[in-house]
């Protein structure tokens, strides 16, 4: 083999008209507009739902210490800090926040992903994921899978739209007949969906952490180990009263 | 060794670009996969066809020029290994092999599997230094630095800006080269003085290219050559906002 072998094109000068303009680069904007911001309102309001979560779950595991204890709970959410504040404020209150922080933390999301998908326009046409690789599905997937259920939680145990007690009922009643075992299939999606709960939790808390600036490599191992402890807890506790009462053990 | 390579050929950024499927015959296992690659461009242009264009320096995994998504992995499943130093033993014979340049609108293709990685030079120039009086090389032990961070700087600092981490990315982020070079500095006594404003003058800058943001999990420090850890990012994540705060 003679041929000559001239330099490819890899080492010639590239400077074609199109490879010298230079992308189109945004002036940074302020702190919450930045990726780090949006990460910040993600962990912060994502810490405001685990702390909900906690709380709501230790009321509903009330279910096991009888109706009474039940709705005597339901009601003493109402009358917080009674007399001094009105009937259901300090709730209201509560409420307000949770929605902020639902909605803060939807927008920070969907921005994140809006951002993600403009820095890869072209896709791969092979991708072989090397780390995690279904945390980016669970997240997103996932969280959208959370806010369907959510809005189908509400509409059951809240209003009572779709559940067979109705709004004026009991909480404790509506509870129970929203379980039962004809509903069988209502049990199965608060299943899905809690456990759906619990992977988005595992990935989301220690990634608080690590947004925060608190994670570090000696701490990594016990925030990953408390992330998935508080999601396995928080998803026992509460698919124990769905399926104590689906299976008759409260009634 | 027969190999099937199914390669990214785009003329100029301006072309659309496909996968061209390519025989190489009689590789050898030793080979390096940039040296394959050069066989069969030796081939290509004997043929009078246009050789594949790939970036490349030293060929011996420090330069950080090298580098193409190989089946899916950027550098290829090798781990802590950049492309040049990727051997074809580790390919079975008769395999078929995907090659993809590094996929990021920041990242502009240039050529075939060659990108534009000037969006890290410029993240480099909007903070990634240390102002310090100019003159001969102080004395080794004239600024004390604890072991621990000295190693953890180095660890840093071994970061060849090869781009990977960003290749590899679900949100084509940056955040990971940009968290070495932040951290390397921070960790030392002389990249104190200017910490939180480098800190945010990098990860604006690395907004403003366009990268993603950062979804912690953890694709880039599974590529990257050097095993750059996940915990330069909380570094930078912890500096930014001490930035934003004051």
């Known amino acids: ?251 | 060794m027969n190999l099937t390579l199914r390669v990214w050929r785009q003329s100029g950024p301006s072309d659309a670009g496909r996968m061209v499927t390519y025989k190489v015959e009689d590789v050898s296992p030793d080979m390096s996969f940039l040296e394959m690659l050069d066989v069969l461009n030796e081939r290509l242009i004997v043929e009078g066809d246009d050789p594949i264009a790939f970036d490349h320096d030293c060929r011996e995994g420090i330069c950080g020029m090298c580098g193409m998504v190989i089946n899916g992995v950027a550098h290829g499943e090798q781990r802590a290994t950049t492309t040049c130093q990727l051997h074809m033993r580790h390919f079975e014979d008769g395999a078929e092999i995907t090659i993809e340049p590094w996929r990021a609108a920041p990242f502009p293709v240039v050529k075939d599997l060659v990108v534009d990685r000037s969006a890290f030079d410029r993240i480099i120039q909007a903070g990634g230094f240390v102002s310090v009086p100019a003159g001969s090389a102080p004395d080794a032990h004239s600024v004390p630095v604890r072991k621990e961070d000295a190693d953890a700087a180095f660890d840093a600092a071994t970061c060849i800006g090869c781009g990977a981490c960003v290749a590899a990315c679900p949100n084509g982020s940056a955040s990971l080269f940009t968290a070495a070079k932040i951290t390397h500095l921070s960790l030392l006594p002389q990249g104190q003085p200017e910490r939180l404003s480098r800190a945010k003058a990098m990860v604006d800058q690395m907004d403003s290219e366009g990268f993603g943001g950062c979804t912690n999990t953890g694709e880039c420090t599974a590529v990257c050559p050097k095993g750059i850890p996940l915990d330069t990012i909380a570094q930078m994540n912890s500096d930014y906002l001490k930035a934003n705060a004051k």
Not at chain 1, 98 to 122: E, N, Q
């Open chain 1, 1 to 251: 083999m003679t041929a000559t072998i001239e330099r490819g094109s890899a080492t010639a000068p590239v400077n074609t008209p199109a490879a010298k303009k230079t992308p189109t680069r945004k002036k940074p904007g302020g702190f919450l507009t930045s990726s780090n911001g949006k990460k910040v309102v993600m962990a912060v309001t994502g810490a405001v739902m685990v702390g909900f979560l906690v709380l709501h779950m230790l009321g509903n595991l009330k279910i096991f210490f009888g109706r009474d204890s039940f709705n005597d709970y339901a009601h003493a959410l109402r009358t917080l800090l009674e007399p001094i504040a009105p009937y259901r404020s300090v709730l209201t209150i509560l409420e307000i926040g949770l929605v902020l922080a639902v909605v803060l933390h939807m927008w920070a999301a969907i921005s994140l992903s809006y951002r993600a998908g403009k820095a890869r326009p072209v896709k791969y046409v092979a991708k072989k994921s090397q780390a995690n690789g279904y945390t980016t599905h669970i997240m997103r997937w996932g969280g959208l899978t959370i806010v369907f259920f959510v809005i189908w939680h509400l509409l059951d145990l809240t209003f009572g739209v779709v559940n067979p007690k109705g709004f004026d009922s009991a909480p404790a009643d509506r509870m129970i007949a929203g379980f039962d075992p004809s509903r069988w299939w209502v049990t199965l999606l608060y299943l899905v969906a809690v456990v759906m709960v619990g992977l988005h939790l595992r990935h989301g808390i220690w990634s608080a952490f690590q947004t925060l600036g608190w994670a570090n490599r000696d701490r990594n191992k016990v925030l990953r180990a408390t992330a998935g402890l508080i999601s396995i807890v928080l998803v026992v506790g509460f698919l124990a009263p769905p399926l104590a009462i689906t299976f008759g053990v409260v009634k």
